[in-house]
């Protein structure tokens, strides 16, 4: 009876080290997709300012962000 017990306890504390691990490797895998997903919205933002830059042959100057547009994107930086 000794040896089932300790078997079942060894085997259920091996699964919860596998969750944790597995859980580890989730946040590890969202960190990695949230930083490709904004450098992929920042390389599309960079590739539409340069589009419409050659669409207007530069008659549309990329104006300098406002004191209130700063704050919004420091933000929005620090939620993610």
Do not use: F, N, W, Y
Request: charged share 30%; net charge negative; proline share 1%.
């Amino acid at each position: 009876m000794k040896l089932k017990t300790t078997a079942l306890l060894i085997t259920s504390l091996l699964v919860l080290a596998g969750c944790d691990q597995a859980e580890k490797s989730a946040q590890q895998l969202m960190g990695k997709a949230a930083e490709s997903a904004k450098q992929a919205i920042d390389d599309t933002h960079k590739a539409a300012e340069q589009a419409i830059s050659d669409a207007t042959g530069g008659l549309i100057s990329k104006k300098e962000p406002s004191a209130e547009d700063k704050r919004k994107t420091e933000s929005s930086s620090q939620e993610i």
